[in-house]
């Protein structure tokens, strides 16, 4: 199977692929290079590959698609690149050059980007009982599916309440306050409910003034994906959401919709509440917990946003709780937006070594920003049967914050 190429060579690809100088640096940070030890399979090789496609040194096989397919766009070779190349554009524009793949999971995308459709059938399944059978009934699919992968993502828990109208009053009387916006997202504005009310009451309580911003998808999964018309009406919406919001910041609870907001607005102040909070601590007391917590970062925290060290010092601020961290790259769960779906196999290998991390740091409570990852990894808990809570940080630390 072949694909078509646009007829010019791409120059842009081109030249961001001729930026790197082959080093090699970026093969230990990777997860998939750690998975196969396979050039192919790493930046390096990916660069390599994009480069000759855009030069037309190549054809663009379904087995080169491939390698470039199974990428997480994790980009810690981004972040110790000595060359500074941007692999996550690079990786970006190489896949719409190709476009979308045809074994995109078109159907299952489809409903985690519409979270009243999704909210619906929460609703619906919820009342059948559906997560006591999802496993019966999934084991009836081939192994490969990807609604077998989505229906082991169903979450066990009941649907959470609507984060639409936020639970806390406004706090500040200062009229010069800055207004932070909260981008709810699409599946995050459902299964992250409480992640994104415990946002509101702790900008809050920091002296911010807060909006909360439509529920839907920011175009993630499209703009990687290779679906770029889809990628494009997204980020319009984004950018028609955001002008009348008339705010100073924008934040997501979700990571991992942060890169796509800032190629939507690149003018805009875009980050998650951590970054914004970290800055003014003094203001935020949080009750005692004694309590173990272990705390995954996914790679958007640690590599896009970059805010990974506000957050440990945010929860450092609570006395008595015990933090430890996963380890760092070139760990990754391998949630990876689609990528659990594609490449479930793939997936469920990483996600077993960070499973067992957690297993090492035995800690009370596992904490995780990302709503990919964290339903990722509660299905590898439900399947092996050990299950440690799981929430977003900063749930636990709304719940810690003193009035």
């Given at each position: ?352 070594e960070t499973l067992r991390q957690v297993a090492t740091l035995a800690p009370q409570i596992l904490l995780s920003s990302n709503i990919g990852c964290r339903l990722h990894l509660a299905a590898g808990m439900e399947q092996d049967g050990a299950r440690w809570p799981h929430q977003h940080p900063l749930v636990l630390l709304a719940q810690q914050l003193e009035a």
């Amino acid at each position: 199977m072949t694909f078509m190429l646009d007829e010019k060579p791409p120059m842009r690809i081109a030249a961001l692929a001729d930026q790197c100088v082959q080093c090699g640096l970026c093969l230990p940070v990777c997860p998939t290079y750690a998975l196969d030890r396979n050039e192919a399979e790493s930046p390096r090789g990916r660069i390599a590959i994009a480069a000759a496609l855009a030069k037309d040194q190549a054809e663009p096989s379904a087995a080169l698609r491939e390698h470039l397919d199974h990428c997480l766009g994790c980009l810690s070779c981004e972040k110790v690149c000595p060359a500074h190349v941007r692999y996550g554009e690079l990786l970006v524009e190489t896949r719409a050059l190709l476009g979308p793949s045809p074994q995109r999971p078109s159907r299952e995308i489809a409903l985690i980007r519409a979270p009243a459709r999704w909210r619906r059938w929460r609703r619906v399944l919820g009342r059948l009982g559906f997560a006591r059978w999802k496993r019966g009934f999934a084991a009836l699919l081939p192994a490969s599916a990807p609604m077998r992968s989505a229906l082991a993502l169903w979450p066990a828990t009941p649907q959470p309440p609507s984060s639409s109208a936020p639970a806390t009053p406004e706090t500040t009387t200062d009229v010069a306050a800055e207004t932070v916006a909260i981008f709810p997202g699409c599946i995050a504005s459902v299964e992250d409910a409480d992640a994104q009310r415990a946002a509101a009451t702790l900008l809050r309580a920091a002296g911010y003034r807060v909006v909360e911003l439509p529920a839907f998808c920011c175009g993630a999964m499209d703009l990687h994906g290779g679906a770029t018309a889809d990628a494009d009406r997204a980020a319009e919406q984004v950018r028609a959401a955001w002008c009348t919001a008339g705010a100073n910041h924008l934040v997501t609870v979700t990571p991992g919709c942060v890169g796509t907001l800032r190629h939507a607005l690149p003018d805009v102040s875009i980050s998650d509440p951590a970054t914004l909070l970290a800055p003014r601590a003094d203001r935020l007391s949080f009750r005692s917990l004694q309590a173990r917590v272990a705390v995954h970062l996914p790679c958007t925290q640690s590599n896009v946003t970059r805010s990974d060290a506000a957050l440990l010092a945010l929860l450092g601020r609570i006395p008595g709780l015990e933090i430890t961290t996963l380890a760092k790259p070139p760990h990754c769960c391998g949630a990876a937006g689609t990528h659990v779906l594609e490449f479930p196999e793939r997936a469920a290998r990483l996600r077993d070594e960070t499973l067992r991390q957690v297993a090492t740091l035995a800690p009370q409570i596992l904490l995780s920003s990302n709503i990919g990852c964290r339903l990722h990894l509660a299905a590898g808990m439900e399947q092996d049967g050990a299950r440690w809570p799981h929430q977003h940080p900063l749930v636990l630390l709304a719940q810690q914050l003193e009035a």
